[in-house]
């Protein structure tokens, strides 16, 4: 089935790591992916990973993928203001995505 | 190079009108995506056309919605006649291959009065 969940918020303070996780339910997904959509922008592909990977590292972003408990995770390291805005995991069913319903992480100083 | 791009970028309409969403995916992308996220939902998957084919629309909601892509160039997605339930916003996403991640369009905000 389809069904992405991800916690609705998270409130970090500037300069600490900041961890959003995702749990899926369709274990075919093959591609797993985070997306950040800032206020009146569009959603921004900011990373993915493949099904048979458990970590990807990419700069300040690191995701961590459990496939057997179905469980992904987005660490942003250092994080800074401009990270403020919305975070969607998604999984990929063949060509479609299904997305979660968003973090909004908001980060104070 | 250019990105995703989608017009209107905002569209208000009274129940019972036509609206016509277009969007023009990034050059050389075969595969173009429509999704909607509608007022405190999900984002949700409209359907996919590779090149000029409908490869899947099972997303589409009702008959209401017609998505075309003639020349396998930009896309319009059609709804007539809108209903308040449509309004959302409407994402338009491509890529050059299917598996690897999809560039979204900055969206079309849809309201239906």
């Known amino acids: 089935g389809e069904d992405v969940e991800q916690s609705l918020f998270l409130s970090v303070r500037e300069g600490d790591s900041s961890v959003i996780n995702c749990t899926y339910t369709d274990s075919s997904s093959t591609y797993l992916y985070w997306y950040k959509q800032e206020p009146g922008a569009g959603l921004q592909l900011l990373t993915y990973i493949f099904s048979n990977m458990d970590m990807k590292q990419d700069q300040r972003l690191t995701v961590l993928l459990n496939k057997k408990d179905k469980h992904l995770s987005l660490r942003i390291a250092d994080t800074q203001t401009g990270d403020s805005a919305i975070y969607f995991c998604a999984e990929s069913i063949k060509a479609k995505l299904s997305f979660g319903a968003g973090t909004t992480v908001t980060v104070r100083a | 190079e250019a990105g995703v791009t989608q017009f209107p970028s905002h569209s208000v309409i009274e129940k019972g009108q036509t609206v016509t969403l277009r969007c023009d995916p990034i050059?050389?992308?075969?595969?173009l995506y429509w999704y909607r996220r509608v007022m405190g939902k999900e984002i949700k998957f409209l359907l996919h056309f590779v090149k000029e084919s409908k490869q899947d629309e099972s997303g589409m909601p009702n008959n209401r919605f017609l998505a075309e892509r003639t020349g396998g160039t930009y896309s319009t997605l059609k709804v007539q006649p809108a209903e308040l339930e449509d309004s959302g916003v409407y994402f338009c996403?491509?890529?050059?291959?299917?598996?690897?991640?999809?560039?979204f369009g900055p969206g079309t905000r849809l309201l239906v009065l």
């Open positions: 996403a491509s890529s050059q291959v299917v598996r690897g991640g999809q560039y």
């Open positions: 050059s050389g992308h075969d595969n």
